[in-house]
């Protein structure tokens, strides 16, 4: 019979205020996002990018989607051992990355729950009812050193629903509603030229990671006539099964507005890819983050945005990867918000 030991860093508490809601259903359907362990050792990684991080810009070599595969990814037996696991549990494995270092597992939750012990029950809370996990999760001995995450027991949400002003959110730029991004990089002096090269975006792809939403194309048509730049190229790509929905401006749909409004009004030339992922606790933010670094089809750099606790951890990146923490508003402006 198998030993199972704590997984470390597994350790979670309960949203504040939640109540008992009653047993999961062991018959539901359901993923968990399995992250492995590094075929080398992830400081070489932390120290490429740090070191990068410091180099002058012209000086900068960065990784290959491939190198990084081959120094830093997972090694084949490490993902063959979680396969055999989950074949040993009646789970199936949906998807199989060695660069993104994860092995995504659906069934049934009773027999996830077998696999990966783990204290989950149904929650009520203000902001909605979840399945909640406390505790930490166990797993079997001899998985202990190859497994370092386990992620899609707990669906509380992981961005929270933005407040905005009404009147503010059915208006486009001017007046009290704010103004327009590129008023903003032109204040404070945002290049547009160097050495003779616009910098308008060209050749780029900005990665957006949206946990809720969606947009028209007739939306964003309207807004850069109405700020008198072109409108750019944008692309929405599903993870996880979730995608471009929009609804109403007073909803998710504001924010990723917002987002694509901001990066087209600086960049207009620039492609962007807007990444739909559910918000349903840590496994869809790490699978939208994972989707958007491994994107073999585009050169991606990266701008996350939704509202949610600070304190979240990025891995340091040495492959070419732009970051932002969020921006000032085009409806309104608001205070930078920080993603977990």
């Known amino acids: 019979m198998a030993v199972y030991v704590p997984l470390p860093g597994s350790k979670r508490t309960l949203l504040p205020n939640s109540r008992p809601a009653g047993p999961i259903d062991p018959s539901e359907i359901a993923s968990v996002t399995v992250r492995v362990r590094s075929a080398r050792d992830p400081a070489a990684l932390a120290k490429t990018a740090y070191d990068l991080a410091n180099s002058p810009l012209a000086e900068r070599k960065y990784l290959t989607r491939e190198e990084l595969e081959q120094r830093h990814g997972a090694a084949k037996e490490d993902l063959d051992r979680i396969e055999h696991f989950a074949q040993e549990h009646d789970l199936t494995v949906v998807h199989r990355s060695a660069a993104e270092r994860s092995v995504v597992l659906r069934g049934k939750l009773g027999d996830l729950l077998a696999a990966f012990h783990a204290d989950v029950q149904l929650y009520h809370h203000a902001s909605g009812t979840y399945r909640g996990r406390r ?50 990089a032109a204040r404070y002096n945002f290049p547009t030229e160097f050495d003779g090269t616009t910098l308008d975006g060209t050749g780029q792809t900005i990665a ?75 496994q869809g933010f790490i699978d939208a983050i994972s989707a958007a670094v491994h994107d073999a089809q585009r050169q991606l750099g990266r701008s996350r945005s939704f509202h949610g606790p600070a304190g979240h951890k990025c891995l340091p990146r040495a492959v070419r990867c732009g970051g932002s923490d969020g921006g000032h508003g085009v409806h309104r402006v608001r205070r930078s918000r920080h993603s977990r």
């Open 135 to 184: 505790g930490e999760i166990t797993l079997p001995q001899e998985l202990n050193h190859i497994v370092t995450g386990v992620f899609g027991f707990d669906t509380r949400p992981k961005r929270r629903a933005p407040h905005r002003q009404k009147s503010a959110a059915h208006g486009g730029p001017g007046g009290q509603n704010g103004v327009a991004a590129s008023e903003f």
């Open 208 to 282: 957006i990671i949206e946990l809720g939403g969606g947009f028209r194309s007739s939306d964003l048509q309207a807004f850069f006539r109405e700020i008198g730049v072109p409108t750019p190229k944008v692309s929405a790509i599903s993870v996880d099964h979730a995608g471009n929905q929009p609804t109403t401006p007073d909803s998710a749909d504001g924010e990723v507005m917002l987002d694509i409004e901001v990066a087209g009004a600086v960049v207009p030339q620039a492609n962007i890819a807007v990444y739909f992922a559910p918000n349903n606790g840590d």
